[in-house]
């Protein structure tokens, strides 16, 4: 594995006496996209503060590229785009990026191309008064697109967006990470990110509960593939004594097998078809999988 | 360090620009001073002083309550505003300094603040001079004032912007605002009023009242004019131009000391901002 762009160890924030962040600790390979999940008030914003280095950590470190949050090289190490972004009304998008490209001593003639990236060549000279919520959002991802970066931190970017918009956000984010650019961006589920990140990371109440990919959480979470099956009538019992499961009325019944288990059951039910009417299966959703991993710490925790 | 200045400043003269601040700022300046001149010729001989010195000094009292409101106008939601909106997350997240971004504001609004009272004073002044002409002693009078009066909008722009920064809010920053206006250029004017009327003459009124007017800005700044003028009629608090322990021009320096004083707290505020 090459050397991590972002480096979190241990880390832990407190506004007063409420921890927002406790024992934190992930990395972020380059060309590595990472989502982090977590729910309103999970902490995913102030974790972007704090590499930000807009809040200092009470304990553990930051590492940027190799450097601490806050300081010039990691100020261009990383570009930004906060949850809520509302640039000035009257000026244009070109003017919006002209603005950050002065600040970030990025060359002028990249602004063009970065309008085109985002598809804003046409309103680039608009005032951004006029543009929808999913333009002004591409503006802000082109923002966060200047001068080469090697973290790109993105607070729940496509939250509101169209499907449509969601894709070619997700487009110009992976062609972000091929050119050798970390990415962590924050999402409220899983069902957002879909396939469209490396690895996740699930955040609830400050903790960091599970990290991987997709299949990993998917694996760990080891839930249960349900099988629902309808019998004619008056053959339920039969079934059930046989099958074992849960009784939902007269006619249906409920089983959990595991994903392994799964075919054999089926197989077994085959011999049966003459008193079934239908079947279904249940693989677990993603939001099975993330309420799964967000709930089992929170059990942890009471205990 | 001058170009990301340089980028700050762009976009908030650009801003307040198209916001129409600069021009409305003008008209409502050039409005009060052409009506004050043209009242202040309109007595015609009765006065045995020329048209722009006696209006300079009228214009000195009416600027005091004009130039800092519109200079707290512009500047108030400078910061409150982008924290709330989430735009001074993204600057502080690039390489600039915090010193950089509010000098670079400061030094956009006094521009801006400055090319309203430049434009209008200056139209006033030149309006007057076919009809009435102008004597040496008046034109130095009109240019006191313009200058006097830029300086009078960058500290009000300074306290509007520190103001901005302690405030997270912008409604809060507005109240501040209002605030600030209010008891700065009235109530502390009314406050003096009574005091001088409690004490009579004594200690109070020859050594700490003169220093008591010095330290508040608007003040600073109408002494500043009317201690200069030697021809105009002057009365009430004002009075006081004439008996003054110090020279005119140390007036200007409490308006620096102010300038100096309101720009230190707020770079070190902008310094603790979260975004």
Redesign the interface.
Known sequence: MTDPILDIRNLSVSFGRLRALDDVSFMVAAGERLALIGHNGAGKSTLFKAVLGFLSPKAGAISVAGHIPGTDAARIAITYLPEVVAFPRSLSGREVLAYFSGLRNAPKAQISDLLDRVGLTEAADRAVGTYSKGMRQRLGLAQALIGAPRLLLLDEPTSGLDPVSRHDFYEVIAEAAARGAAVLLSSHGLEEIQSRTDRVAILSGGSLRAVGTMEDLAREAALPTTIRVTALQGEADRLHSELGGRRLNGCRLEIDCTPEAKLALLARLGTHRDVLQDIDVAAPGLDDIYRHHSRRSDMEESE | MT??I???F??EF??AR??LWVLLATIVLALFALALAFFVAGQGGALDADVLTLTSASLATLSVYLIPLIALLMSYDSFAGEIE???L????????RRWEVFVAKFLAQTAAVSVSIVSAYAVTGLAVLPFHGAEAEGIAAWLRLMASSVALGAVFVAVGLTLSALSSRTARAAAFAIGTWLLLVVLYDLALLGAIMASGEGTFASHVFPWLVMANPADAFRLFNLASLHAAPVAGIDGLARTLPFPPAAALGALLLWLAATIGIGIARTKRI??
């Not at chain 2, 997350?89 to 600039?96: D, G, I, K, S």
């Open positions: 170009a990301r340089a980028t700050i762009a976009q650009c801003m198209r916001n909106r989430g735009a997350a993204l600057t502080f997240a690039t390489p600039v979260v975004p």
